[in-house]
């Protein structure tokens, strides 16, 4: 069956834009993770949603938000972007809420200049 | 939160090496799982082990939850197996993985 989609891959945006990444889970998992992976502060959890609502939230600001469509798509959004934004955006998907065993996409690379 | 340490963090080895890697972790854990971070940044579950040994081919791994920590074997290494190894970990009534910064593993021809 089909894994975890990401899309897009790979992105350019300028400091203030904003972005949406798009989150395609394999059929039938119904929970959608969010990390994002810098350098610096390597994985970090943004958040989590199962049902179309968010079970759990990362310590990131309010510039980061996410939604869950009743497919199980998730689309994360980040507004006023800034420099340290610049990271890979990793989407996982899991049968289960929680910490439960992930499958992770290929990820979204976002660059901001 | 829980703290979460990987060692050692980086590693070079010739093809048909064996190596472990090891992952400490600060807390008890209901949840730890190993995933490879391949060049390309994508990320693989390798295993889901909050405890016991499980093997799945050249790769193995054991968990002792007791004394907090986990173990990845590698045997007879591949070049394919370059990559990023991260280990993560979830504590009781906690819903969110903690990932260790990871050990970067390089095989060389």
């Known amino acids: 069956k089909a894994g975890v989609t990401q899309t897009p891959r790979y992105l350019i945006k300028t400091r203030g834009q904003q972005v949406t990444l798009s989150c395609s889970p394999i059929?039938?998992?119904?929970?959608v993770s969010w990390y994002q992976q810098t350098p610096g502060q390597g994985l970090q959890f943004l958040f989590e949603y199962f049902s179309e609502t968010q079970r759990n939230k990362g310590n990131f600001p309010g510039r980061f938000s996410g939604r869950q469509f009743s497919n199980s798509r998730s689309e994360m959004n980040v507004s006023t972007l800034e420099l340290g934004d610049s990271a890979l955006y990793l989407c996982a998907s899991s049968s289960m809420s929680g910490a439960n065993v992930l499958t992770f996409g290929a990820g979204s690379r976002l660059t901001v200049l | 939160g829980i703290q979460v340490e990987q060692s050692p963090p980086d590693l070079i080895l010739q093809e048909g090496a064996n190596s472990t890697l090891r992952c400490n972790f600060s807390d008890s854990v209901n949840n730890l799982q190993w995933f490879h971070q391949n060049p390309w940044g994508q990320l693989i579950n390798l295993f889901y082990i909050p405890s016991g040994t499980k093997q799945n081919g050249r790769l193995s791994a054991t968990t002792v939850a007791t004394e907090r920590y986990s173990l990845l074997y590698i045997s007879s290494s591949q070049t394919t197996d370059s990559g990023v190894y991260f280990c993560?970990?979830?504590?009781?009534?906690?819903?969110?993985?903690?990932f260790g910064t990871g050990t970067r593993l390089t095989i060389i021809p």
């Open positions: 059929s039938g998992h119904r929970s």
């Open positions: 993560a970990v979830a504590g009781f009534g906690n819903e969110k993985l903690t």
